[in-house]
């Protein structure tokens, strides 16, 4: 009998046999512990359906109404980057064994998986300058979250401090779990661009387990993280820095300036922007704090052979046993996106990585440059990563909607978070952005601001 259904292939005789199993005649009669009175009658307010082939070409129509990196000139960024992605990255992501993988609980049968994990450990390891990583987790929000908690938790204290600077979004994930755990957040304020000093030091306290800052921030600047790691350790808590690990190409690792943890988001390594995720958060610590890392580790062994292999160690956590003494819930990871990290990061090499984060830097110089000279005022004159912020004098929706028509995505409206910055953009270079496409976006910027 033909199937009436592509992806669902039952046949009215499947379907009498079923029904004859359970003992009913009809579906109707399957349904009838439901009330009458709550049954839908009539036609459901929805299209008709269509044909494979039509709902395949409608579905593209719609589509291509939507704006993408592809086809746009982005300059959007606030924690989401358009960055150069290796051809290969998705070529080995799609191989079976990697896209349809779950946790590795048996490492005699996920040797692949746990290695591809483990190396990408390593890595992370080398570029924040920390003893340990753990094997990934949702995004570097919740990273940051959990190392706020973590803090709390190893110090016994009830407060921490993050700066103004720290992307919004990450700040509410890190108020919404420490309010689980009845820990205080006090918020720095910022300073240029920067966290105050003097503001950190009238708040830091013998009760503060940790500080949270960004690296770079969210404004695109450089933080002093000697200066801020030296008066959190002289109140006995914890330096938690959440960087971007793209920029740690250029900047010094937060492990060589006094960080005890450094977590983030790995995506700006081989992994889409994707309407805002699933992306990877990254969390590396100290040696000392390892058996309070929230998430999975995969070690290296050796069998009975002496041949090597890779495990999940330290099993004694959250997720398997202990859980009345657990720090964290968080029993998964985000094993496919770091696979697509771990491979962007082999294919570029130390050089590459270097490379493109030299690329961010100098385009962003230019394109702060080319604003000031345009008359725009560009705020905040410290060191740049990525990120500007630009007075535009007019409602940032408006600029941006002009700039669409002229195939360019705008960048962030900084009025929707810091109201004292109304009027402001954000606005993102990064490597795949050219000098044509930059001078531009000003001269379509400049139009508007006229």
Same mark, same amino acid.
Do not use: W
């Given at each position: ?47 008709? @359906? ?16 939507? !704006?993408?990196?592809?086809? /746009? ?7 989401? %980057? ?6 290969? =990255?998705?070529? =080995? ?5 990697? %896209?349809?993988? %779950?946790?590795?609980?048996?490492? #005699? ?28 987790? /949702? ?12 803090? @709390? ?22 108020? *919404? %779990? ?87 988001? !790995? ?76 491979? !962007? ?9 270097? #490379? ?17 000279? @345009? ?25 941006? *909607? ?9 960048? /962030?409206?900084?009025?929707?978070? /810091? ?20 001078? !531009? ?8 601001? *006229?």
């Amino acid at each position: 009998m033909k199937l009436k259904h592509r992806y669902i292939p039952m046949t009215d005789s499947d379907r009498d046999e079923m029904l004859s199993t359970i003992g009913v005649a009809t579906v109707d009669e399957l349904f009838e512990d439901i009330p009458e009175k709550v049954r839908f009658k009539g036609e459901l307010n929805i299209k008709k @359906a269509k044909s494979e082939s039509a709902l395949t070409k409608e579905l593209a129509q719609l589509a291509a109404k939507n !704006a993408d990196a592809r086809t /746009y000139a982005s300059f959007l960024g606030a924690g989401v %980057y358009d960055h150069y992605k290796p051809i290969i =990255v998705d070529h =080995v992501i799609s191989r079976s064994e990697f %896209y349809t993988a %779950y946790t590795p609980y048996q490492p #005699e049968i996920s040797q692949g998986e746990l290695q591809a994990i483990f190396e990408f450990q390593t890595m992370i390891c080398e570029l924040t300058g920390m003893d340990i990583a753990n094997s990934s987790m /949702y995004d570097g929000g919740t990273a940051l979250a959990e190392a706020g908690t973590m803090v @709390a938790g190893h110090t016994r204290r009830t407060k921490i401090l993050i700066s103004e600077t720290v992307h919004p979004e990450a700040r509410d994930v890190v108020l *919404a %779990y420490a309010t689980g755990q009845s820990i205080e957040v006090v918020t720095i304020p910022q300073k240029d661009g920067v966290t105050d000093l003097d503001q950190l030091g009238e708040l830091i306290d013998d009760n503060t387990a940790g500080v949270l800052v960004q690296y770079p921030n969210f404004f695109g600047q450089v933080e002093d993280l000697q200066k801020i790691g030296e008066m959190t350790h002289e109140k006995g808590g914890l330096f938690v820095v959440s960087a971007n690990p793209l920029a740690l190409g250029v900047l010094t690792p937060p492990g060589k300036l006094g960080a005890d943890i450094t977590v983030g988001d !790995a995506q700006p390594f081989g992994i889409a922007e994707q309407f805002g995720g699933p992306h990877c958060g990254y969390f590396a610590s100290t040696k000392k704090l390892m058996r309070k890392m929230p998430g999975r580790l995969v070690g290296e062994t050796t069998d009975e052979a002496g041949r090597r292999g890779y495990v999940l160690t330290l099993q004694a956590r959250e997720q398997h046993i202990r859980r009345d003494k657990a720090t964290s819930n968080i029993c998964s990871n985000q094993a496919l996106n770091a696979l697509a990290a771990s491979v !962007a990061m082999t294919a570029l090499g130390k050089v590459g990585v270097k #490379e493109i984060a030299y690329q961010n830097i100098a385009k962003t110089a230019y394109a702060k440059s080319a604003f000031e000279k @345009a008359g725009f005022d560009v705020k905040y004159n410290g060191a740049h990563f990525n990120e500007i912020v630009v007075d535009v004098k007019k409602p940032i929706k408006e600029v941006n *909607a002009k700039l669409l028509e002229k195939g360019f995505i705008g960048g /962030y409206d900084l009025g929707l978070t /810091y109201p004292e910055l109304s009027n402001h953009v954000l606005i993102a270079v990064t490597e795949q952005r050219t000098k044509e496409e930059i001078d !531009a976006l000003v001269q379509e910027m400049e139009a508007t601001h *006229a």
